[in-house]
């Protein structure tokens, strides 16, 4: 089949989270082709990347080509190419990872298979689930067995606040629960040592974001201070070219690529392929989205996957039609063909 028509849209989010995400959330990317298949993907870089998509990207994918996973492979190499000049990593990547998705999607659909197994073989049946935000009992009630929550660093009673957060979240979902640490570039190296001796006793799985991306080598010498506790991170790195500086580096436990963000599943399979010569254990970034599901559930990631719940009566915007909910703390990719979802036609204009 043949590329026809590349689309990005801003959803008309009522329910969008704050800071940059008020302005540069998720966009959805449609592709068009010969056959009257239609993909659809999920990108970053909110309106900024929609110049990105529908003018530079869509001029470069009309009438090309699409018939394999290796076809996916070379319009992505040319996209990479053709935006360095104000790509390589940032937004032009979170672009480029929509249209990725759409071509993953647009396959699927045209060979009449689920994204999962255009991958390869499936390695896991069920997924579980690990839900990230301040609800405990809610997420606890509803069955979920591992849990992360967010901590922001302001001064230094925030030691007391991380401890009792902990305790409480220990308390709820029990001693054999997973329980992590977000602390979104919040702490530093002297923070995250003292929290890993004050946090000890609820035996913290990891400690998410203790830096910036950029500080890799305060975090590489954190990961021998904090053990067992791990160091992970990887939502704002991008493509193999940045893990493979990563990897380098040494600076992460464990690694959370976002497909949605990091170049695609493309991109994601060969940070996959970096990760397991390495020995890195991968969880991606909102892992339990369609996009991670189907990544997880046929490569060498470990079974856990990120849900994002929001509080139990807050309103949220359901985007995607055809997601996967979680059930007793599991989950799964959609059998259907391609990723299985499609936008919600109240939030695309
Ligand atoms: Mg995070």
Same mark, same amino acid.
């Given at each position: 089949m043949k590329l026809t028509s590349v689309k990005a849209i801003y959803p008309k989010y009522k329910n969008v989270g704050t800071s940059w995400r008020t302005h540069l959330w998720q966009i959805v990317v449609k592709i068009e082709t010969t056959t009257g298949i239609t993909g659809y993907g999920y990108g970053g870089g909110g309106k900024a990347s929609l110049p990105i998509i529908n003018g530079h990207f869509a001029e470069l994918l009309c009438n090309r080509d699409l018939n394999s996973v290796d076809d996916i492979k070379a319009i992505w190499e040319d996209l990479y190419f053709e935006s360095i000049p104000y790509g390589r990593k940032g937004i032009a990547i979170m672009a480029l990872s929509g249209i990725d998705l759409a071509l993953w999607d647009l396959l699927g659909k045209a060979e009449n298979y689920p994204v999962y197994k255009l991958i390869g073989t499936k390695t896991k049946d069920k997924i579980r689930a690990y839900a990230t935000g301040t609800d405990v009992e809610w997420y606890k009630e509803m069955g979920f067995t591992a849990y992360k929550f967010p901590h922001r660093w302001n001064s230094e009673k925030d030691y007391q606040t991380a401890f009792d957060t902990s305790e409480i979240a220990r308390k709820i979902m029990g001693p054999e629960s997973l329980i992590m640490i977000d602390t979104y570039m919040s702490w530093n190296s002297h923070v995250t040592t003292k929290m890993s001796e004050t946090l000890q006793e609820h035996n913290i799985y990891w400690f998410e974001d203790v830096t910036t991306p950029d500080?890799?080598?305060?975090?590489?010498?954190?990961?021998?201070?904090v053990k067992p506790t791990l160091i992970a991170g990887g939502e704002h790195e991008f493509t193999r070219h940045g893990y493979g500086e990563l990897a380098k580096s040494k600076a992460l436990d464990l690694w959370q690529p976002d497909i949605t963000w990091c170049g695609g599943i493309t991109a994601a399979l060969q940070i996959m392929d970096i990760a397991n010569k390495e020995n890195? @254990?991968?969880?991606?970034?909102?892992?339990?989205? @369609?996009?991670?599901?189907?990544?997880?559930?046929?490569?060498?990631c470990e079974n856990l996957a990120e849900i994002l719940p929001g509080s139990k009566d807050a309103p949220r915007d359901d985007l995607w039609i055809g997601e996967k909910t979680t059930l007793n703390g599991f989950t799964h990719p959609s059998d259907k063909s391609g990723f299985g979802v499609y936008p919600n036609p109240d939030l695309i204009p």
């Amino acid at each position: 089949m043949k590329l026809t028509s590349v689309k990005a849209i801003y959803p008309k989010y009522k329910n969008v989270g704050t800071s940059w995400r008020t302005h540069l959330w998720q966009i959805v990317v449609k592709i068009e082709t010969t056959t009257g298949i239609t993909g659809y993907g999920y990108g970053g870089g909110g309106k900024a990347s929609l110049p990105i998509i529908n003018g530079h990207f869509a001029e470069l994918l009309c009438n090309r080509d699409l018939n394999s996973v290796d076809d996916i492979k070379a319009i992505w190499e040319d996209l990479y190419f053709e935006s360095i000049p104000y790509g390589r990593k940032g937004i032009a990547i979170m672009a480029l990872s929509g249209i990725d998705l759409a071509l993953w999607d647009l396959l699927g659909k045209a060979e009449n298979y689920p994204v999962y197994k255009l991958i390869g073989t499936k390695t896991k049946d069920k997924i579980r689930a690990y839900a990230t935000g301040t609800d405990v009992e809610w997420y606890k009630e509803m069955g979920f067995t591992a849990y992360k929550f967010p901590h922001r660093w302001n001064s230094e009673k925030d030691y007391q606040t991380a401890f009792d957060t902990s305790e409480i979240a220990r308390k709820i979902m029990g001693p054999e629960s997973l329980i992590m640490i977000d602390t979104y570039m919040s702490w530093n190296s002297h923070v995250t040592t003292k929290m890993s001796e004050t946090l000890q006793e609820h035996n913290i799985y990891w400690f998410e974001d203790v830096t910036t991306p950029d500080e890799l080598e305060p975090q590489s010498i954190l990961r021998e201070k904090v053990k067992p506790t791990l160091i992970a991170g990887g939502e704002h790195e991008f493509t193999r070219h940045g893990y493979g500086e990563l990897a380098k580096s040494k600076a992460l436990d464990l690694w959370q690529p976002d497909i949605t963000w990091c170049g695609g599943i493309t991109a994601a399979l060969q940070i996959m392929d970096i990760a397991n010569k390495e020995n890195i @254990p991968v969880v991606p970034h909102r892992g339990g989205e @369609p996009w991670g599901l189907h990544f997880i559930a046929s490569t060498q990631c470990e079974n856990l996957a990120e849900i994002l719940p929001g509080s139990k009566d807050a309103p949220r915007d359901d985007l995607w039609i055809g997601e996967k909910t979680t059930l007793n703390g599991f989950t799964h990719p959609s059998d259907k063909s391609g990723f299985g979802v499609y936008p919600n036609p109240d939030l695309i204009p």
